[in-house]
């Protein structure tokens, strides 16, 4: 059983690999789609990266939320840890340059 402070702990530890995911779906997104890159682009002088950026910056934001409200004192710092990795595990594949190719055809 964990504790009030443990909980908000976790609910950071998921919802910073909830923004790492967000950043690599839209980067992936962003370079299979060109429509999608131009879209997110905020600044002329940094192109998509600004908009990849925000989309992290409000999935980590609002997910972090929602989980410090909703998240079970019986979901532990243990199980918060092996979800980050997992989710920064899945955000590496993402970006690793030969998956993206092998989405590109």
Known sequence: MGTAKETKIAAALV???LGMLA???????SELNKAFSDAITLHKGIGPYSGKMLIA??????SWAILSATLKPTFSLRNALITLLVLAALATLILYPPFLWLLEG
């Not at 950043?23 to 997104?29: D, G, P, T, W």
């Not at 910056?57 to 609002?62: C, F, N, Q």
């Open 15 to 17: 919802g910073t690999g």
């Open 23 to 29: 950043l690599a779906l839209a980067h992936m997104i």
């Open 57 to 62: 910056a409000v999935v980590w934001l609002v």
